[in-house]
Nanobody, 115 residues
Framework: QVTVVESGGGLVRPGGSLRLSCAASAPDFSLYRLYWYRQTPGKQRERVAY???????DYADSVNGRFTISRDNTEKMGYLQMNSLKPEDTAMYYC?????????WGQGTQVTVSS
């Protein structure tokens, strides 16, 4: 059974940085698309960043230029580097990997941006 586990969340001051990690158990991780989503209570889950199996990327307008998605297929890891964090970035962040017939979500890691 394929799983993903997020880590790296925490409390950070505005303007600070965090790096989220996503550890996947999929032996064919390189074939998966990689997504990062976030959600706050009472709001719809928002797609933050995407990376294709080939390395193409896309970002939500709200994070473009501040967040960077990356992956290490050898280590079966996904990452989200978050810089210049703002209070409105506070949310539970989820890693999602997807390919046909396989859509895997982690349990999330909390990011809180507050002074």
């Amino acid at each position: 059974q394929v799983t993903v586990v997020e880590s790296g969340g925490g409390l950070v001051r505005p303007g600070g940085s965090l790096r989220l990690s996503c550890a996947a158990s999929a032996p064919d991780f390189s074939l998966y698309r990689l997504y990062w989503y976030r959600q706050t209570p009472g709001k719809q889950r928002e797609r933050v960043a995407y990376m294709s199996s080939g390395g193409a990327t896309d970002y939500a307008d709200s994070v473009n230029g501040r967040f960077t998605i990356s992956r290490d297929n050898t280590e079966k890891m996904g990452y989200l580097q978050m810089n210049s964090l703002k209070p409105e970035d506070t949310a539970m962040y989820y890693c999602n990997i997807w390919k046909v017939d396989s859509d895997i979500w982690g349990q999330g890691t909390q990011v809180t941006v507050s002074s």
